[in-house]
């Protein structure tokens, strides 16, 4: 991956809908240039999407994205693409 144009970080977290309990689960894949900033911007997006007291549980450099389960394939482009690709869980 280019260097200069970032890394993409998979953010997981835990976020209300629309302010109502239970908490969901969220992974938002961030092009950023450091693991802090991918955790912001990944608060920002999920906030944007309606989501509140989102809580940042673990963050990790993709490596190898060819390694990535097929069906974060569409949260990874758009993250290289547009920044940010989001993957909400139903269940909490």
């Given amino acids: ?5 970032g890394s993409v970080f998979v953010v997981t977290l835990e976020a ?5 309990p ?8 961030v092009k ?3 693991e802090v900033d991918a955790e912001a911007i990944a ?18 450099e993709v490596i190898d994205a060819a ?8 949260a990874m482009a758009n993250a290289q693409r547009y920044g940010c690709g989001l993957i909400v869980y139903d269940e909490p």
């Fill in 1 to 5: 991956m280019d260097e200069a144009a």
């Fill in 16 to 20: 209300l809908e629309d302010g109502r």
């Fill in 22 to 29: 239970p908490a969901l689960t969220i992974l938002a894949f």
């Fill in 32 to 34: 950023a240039s450091t």
């Fill in 43 to 60: 608060v920002v997006e999920v906030g944007r999407d309606g989501f509140t007291d989102a809580q940042v549980l673990r963050t990790a």
């Fill in 67 to 74: 390694a990535l389960p097929e069906d974060f394939g569409s």
